[in-house]
């Protein structure tokens, strides 16, 4: 039985597409008053992928004006989310599991812990860390916890929705996964456990 829990936040505890105009409104409204060097064609497909993926990464991606980065990573370390969000419908099945919770979210640290504040979630869990991309990644991450709680990887389960990172991470360092794939983006990618909902989180869990 596995009864500590690795949890990813964004598309994982509440979805973002729903709460877009909560968390993403004045970004998309400063980033379009800077010329960032690309087309409106790929604004338009860059602010979808920031739903789902870092910020930094996008901005390689589409290639945003490097000038401009400066600034905007210091607009982006001072933003905080300032009105309600809602969980995930299936919010529940995570609330509900026994044992120790961590949620462990890449981006940057006043607007992810902002986040969890405005989903009103901070006393479901023991501990919310943030993943600075720009320097280091869920696996390291998730070695840290590990090392500070003293924690047995045979009693964890890693729960999110990027294949790529604390999927293939948790993987990596032989660690329990469960890959939540609503639109089945991932239908080839690795993982212990998979569902395009959290109904059958406890059974992965053995609880």
Known sequence: MKHIFF???????????PNEEQLMGELYNFLESLDLGISKEDFQLA??????????????????????MPDILAYLQNRQVTKPLKPSDDYHYIKSLNGRKFIVTAGFLKQQTSKVKMLGIADDFEAVHVVDVSTTNKKEAFKLLIDKYDLNKDDILIIGDDAESEIKFGLELGITTFLLDPENLHPNAESTFRGTDLSNLHTAAGQ
């Open 47 to 68: 602010k979808q992928d920031m739903l789902r993926t870092p910020f930094q990464k996008v901005a390689k991606k589409y290639g945003f004006s490097e000038e401009l």
């Open 7 to 17: 949890i990813d936040l964004d598309n994982t505890i509440y979805f973002t597409k």
